[in-house]
């Protein structure tokens, strides 16, 4: 029977696997070393003898409390592969100048959490991971992208995008400016800026201070071709056309309200 996980949830109670990765790890926990091995290597989730990421998860850490370093060192490296794999898809070389470093940054995050696992420290880093693998990854690739962008102040390109009309989005840069500024807080001109702007963007709806959040401050591409890119569009679950339109509205109530000021 699979060891339980400690991590507490907010609400009461502790964090649970789902069934079929508790039933996945009991049946892992009586093969042969072999026969583990071998279902650890295959990537095809459609094959009948594929081990989801938690269960690999599970078994690496057991074999660390277990101080048995030989099957460690055997599910790591088909772990990782995975994980760099994962990785791949999600930060593509040319997606970004960085995409390699930022993927190696990705996989030391992760090793520090792996590191701790039968130590004094924080132990339970790793639970959730057992509970859903690939939410857990994403937020954790997704959360070094958004601190990579932040360090780096890559303002969002929102000048190619056009209105129902074709026309563009920004003409007169007034989202670019709104977009400069919050990344970028601390200097004077900013500074005065934002204390104007902020009585506008009070004045939202919560849709719009939410679009305007995602897309232009915190940085997210309004929409993607990578299913595992974590777009403005996914979280607010509307299209570009919405997204656009709303974008669009507040520009030109950000303009008149500017004029009024």
């Given at each position: 029977?699979?060891?339980?996980?400690?991590?507490?949830?907010?609400?009461?109670?502790?964090?649970?696997?789902?069934?079929?990765?508790?039933?996945?790890?009991?049946?892992?926990?009586?093969?042969?070393?072999?026969?583990?091995?071998?279902?650890?290597?295959?990537?095809?989730?459609?094959?009948?003898?594929?081990?989801?990421?938690?269960?690999?998860?599970?078994?690496?850490?057991?074999?660390?409390?277990?101080?048995?370093?030989?099957?460690?060192?055997?599910?790591?490296?088909?772990?990782?592969?995975?994980?760099?794999?994962?990785?791949?898809?999600?930060?593509?070389?040319?997606?970004?100048?960085?995409?390699?470093?930022?993927?190696?940054?990705?996989?030391?995050?992760f090793n520090v959490m792996f590191a701790r696992?039968?130590?004094?420290?924080?132990?339970?880093?790793?639970?959730?991971?057992?509970?859903?693998?690939?939410?857990?990854?994403?937020?954790?690739?997704?959360?070094?992208?958004?601190?990579?962008?932040?360090?780096?102040?890559?303002?969002?390109?929102?000048?190619?995008?056009?209105?129902?009309?074709?026309?563009?989005?920004?003409?007169?840069?007034?989202?670019?400016?709104?977009?400069?500024?919050?990344?970028?807080?601390?200097?004077?001109?900013?500074?005065?800026y934002l204390a104007q702007v902020g009585k506008?963007?009070?004045?939202?709806?919560?849709?719009?201070?939410?679009?305007?959040?995602?897309?232009?401050?915190?940085?997210?591409?309004?929409?993607?071709?990578?299913?595992?890119?974590?777009?403005?569009?996914?979280?607010?679950?509307?299209?570009?056309?919405?997204?656009?339109?709303?974008?669009?509205?507040?520009?030109?109530?950000?303009?008149?309200?500017?004029?009024?000021?």
């Amino acid at each position: 029977m699979a060891r339980p996980l400690n991590k507490k949830l907010d609400e009461g109670g502790f964090y649970t696997r789902r069934p079929e990765i508790e039933a996945c790890i009991d049946e892992a926990l009586k093969q042969s070393t072999e026969t583990v091995l071998r279902r650890a290597a295959i990537r095809n989730v459609r094959d009948p003898d594929y081990m989801p990421m938690e269960c690999l998860l599970h078994l690496m850490r057991e074999a660390r409390l277990g101080k048995d370093k030989s099957m460690e060192g055997k599910l790591y490296v088909l772990f990782m592969s995975r994980c760099e794999a994962r990785l791949k898809r999600a930060i593509p070389d040319g997606s970004r100048t960085d995409a390699a470093d930022l993927r190696d940054e990705v996989m030391f995050k992760f090793n520090v959490m792996f590191a701790r696992v039968g130590t004094n420290e924080d132990a339970t880093a790793l639970d959730y991971y057992e509970v859903s693998f690939n939410q857990a990854f994403q937020f954790l690739w997704w959360k070094q992208v958004r601190k990579d962008n932040a360090r780096k102040n890559i303002l969002v390109d929102i000048g190619q995008e056009k209105d129902e009309d074709g026309r563009p989005l920004d003409e007169e840069n007034t989202l670019a400016k709104l977009s400069e500024a919050a990344r970028s807080p601390a200097q004077q001109d900013n500074v005065v800026y934002l204390a104007q702007v902020g009585k506008f963007l009070a004045t939202l709806s919560p849709a719009d201070r939410e679009t305007i959040r995602l897309v232009l401050i915190e940085g997210h591409t309004i929409e993607s071709d990578d299913p595992d890119e974590v777009t403005a569009a996914k979280i607010l679950g509307v299209g570009r056309r919405a997204i656009n339109k709303r974008l669009a509205k507040v520009a030109a109530a950000l303009k008149k309200f500017q004029q009024e000021s």
